[in-house]
């Protein structure tokens, strides 16, 4: 469906917001910074606002989150903000994004060229998600209920950090390995996604800046997207094709589970360097249940880009607001 005047100017201003948030630096948008741009956008689009504080958290056993959190001297913020349409709703979504306002790898640090400089971007995903809340607070989209969540927390190392080999347990029961505390963003999904999925929505769209393996694969001008819905991905490609943004869809590859296997506890976090985005994808569809349409973007090579620098001196993308939006008004 097309889009009015009016429509894309709180679309631009969706992106425009995504874009100053992956933007800001690291010392200049925490958590808390994000937890107050969040209530902020509640409060200017009517939007329900919950800010969950790290002792909620604990009471909710979201011991995957809470570890990634646990290395910083910053508290964790778990932002979950709701517009509800006027009259009854005939479908219920929840849009999840990654909100890492920091991640230096903990004990696995980023060394070499790994860019731990930039890693003020790796809250894209969370970017997207409340540029998306801004833009449909405005465009209020009749009969769909939208939950839109954000875990976000720095990954930090100090005296309290989680060490490689210490296991957790999730908010679902499950118990993970943590072999690589810098594949921590999944960590924190894992939370996130099981909190979305008590929320009983017919439809999860998780985006996230999850793993360099998908730059590899797909570059930075193509998202990857994991489904375990073939009908939603397609939906979700044609959006993106619509709102110009490129998304490929990637194999759910069943026998890549293996990578996951701990000796130890339920699975690890990471499985072996190939298809390491597929099994990042795979470690994901364990957090939530199985009757509901799931999407997973990794926006991690499209969220930013060295292209433009003239007109877009930040480099900040705001990849995944125009698709989701898109996404929304067309189903």
Not at 75 to 103: C, M, N, W
Not at 167 to 183: H, L, M, R
Not at 242 to 251: F, R, S, V
Not at 265 to 283: C, E, H, V, W, Y
């Given at each position: 469906s097309s889009i009015s005047f009016k429509e894309s100017e709180s679309l631009c201003e969706g992106v425009e917001f995504a874009r100053r948030l992956v933007a800001a630096p690291p010392n200049?948008?925490?958590?808390?910074?994000?937890?107050?741009?969040?209530?902020?956008?509640?409060?200017?689009?009517?939007?329900?606002?919950?800010?969950?504080?790290?002792?909620?958290?604990?009471?909710?056993?979201?011991?995957?989150?809470?570890?990634v959190a646990k290395g910083s001297d910053l508290e964790p913020k778990f932002i979950h903000?709701?517009?509800?349409?006027?009259?009854?709703?005939?479908?219920?979504?929840a849009l999840v994004g990654k909100g890492l306002t920091f991640d230096s790898g903990g004990y696995n640090?980023?060394?070499?060229?790994?860019?731990?400089?930039?890693?003020?971007?790796?809250?894209?995903?969370?970017?997207?998600?409340?540029?998306?809340?801004?833009?449909l607070g405005s465009i209020k989209p009749k009969d769909i209920e939208i939950h839109f969540i954000v875990a976000a927390c720095e990954n930090m190392i100090n005296g309290s950090a989680v060490h490689p080999g210490d296991v957790i347990t999730a908010s679902n029961g499950k118990t993970i390995e943590i072999n690589n505390t810098d594949a921590e963003g999944r960590l924190t999904l894992a939370d996130a996604l099981t909190y979305a999925s008590k929320?009983?929505?017919?439809?999860?769209?998780?985006?996230?800046?999850?793993?360099?393996?998908?730059?590899?694969?797909?570059?930075?001008?193509?998202?990857?997207?994991?489904?375990?819905?073939?009908?939603?991905?397609?939906?979700?490609?044609?959006?993106?094709?619509?709102a110009?943004?490129?998304?490929?869809?990637?194999?759910?590859?069943?026998?890549?589970?293996?990578?996951?296997?701990s000796h130890i506890a339920d699975m690890k976090n990471t499985g072996p360097r190939p298809g390491g985005s597929i099994?990042?994808?795979?470690?994901?569809?364990?957090?939530?249940?199985?009757?509901?349409?799931?999407?997973?973007?990794?926006?991690?090579?499209?969220?930013?880009?060295?292209?433009?620098?003239?007109?877009?001196?930040?480099g900040a993308t705001g990849f995944g607001v125009r698709t989701l939006v898109q996404w929304i008004k067309d189903i």
């Amino acid at each position: 469906s097309s889009i009015s005047f009016k429509e894309s100017e709180s679309l631009c201003e969706g992106v425009e917001f995504a874009r100053r948030l992956v933007a800001a630096p690291p010392n200049s948008l925490t958590p808390l910074d994000m937890s107050i741009k969040a209530s902020e956008i509640g409060e200017s689009q009517d939007l329900e606002v919950n800010i969950l504080e790290k002792a909620k958290c604990e009471e909710l056993k979201m011991g995957a989150y809470l570890a990634v959190a646990k290395g910083s001297d910053l508290e964790p913020k778990f932002i979950h903000l709701i517009y509800r349409p006027q009259g009854p709703s005939r479908r219920k979504i929840a849009l999840v994004g990654k909100g890492l306002t920091f991640d230096s790898g903990g004990y696995n640090l980023k060394v070499g060229a790994s860019q731990i400089e930039m890693m003020k971007y790796d809250m894209g995903g969370s970017a997207a998600v409340l540029g998306a809340a801004r833009a449909l607070g405005s465009i209020k989209p009749k009969d769909i209920e939208i939950h839109f969540i954000v875990a976000a927390c720095e990954n930090m190392i100090n005296g309290s950090a989680v060490h490689p080999g210490d296991v957790i347990t999730a908010s679902n029961g499950k118990t993970i390995e943590i072999n690589n505390t810098d594949a921590e963003g999944r960590l924190t999904l894992a939370d996130a996604l099981t909190y979305a999925s008590k929320l009983k929505p017919d439809t999860i769209i998780d985006l996230a800046t999850l793993t360099g393996a998908c730059v590899i694969a797909l570059g930075n001008d193509v998202a990857g997207l994991w489904s375990n819905s073939n009908d939603l991905a397609k939906e979700l490609v044609l959006s993106g094709k619509k709102a110009g943004e490129d998304i490929w869809q990637m194999p759910l590859q069943r026998s890549y589970k293996d990578g996951l296997k701990s000796h130890i506890a339920d699975m690890k976090n990471t499985g072996p360097r190939p298809g390491g985005s597929i099994t990042a994808a795979l470690f994901l569809e364990e957090f939530f249940d199985k009757e509901i349409n799931w999407a997973h973007i990794d926006i991690a090579g499209t969220c930013w880009t060295d292209k433009n620098k003239g007109t877009n001196p930040s480099g900040a993308t705001g990849f995944g607001v125009r698709t989701l939006v898109q996404w929304i008004k067309d189903i």
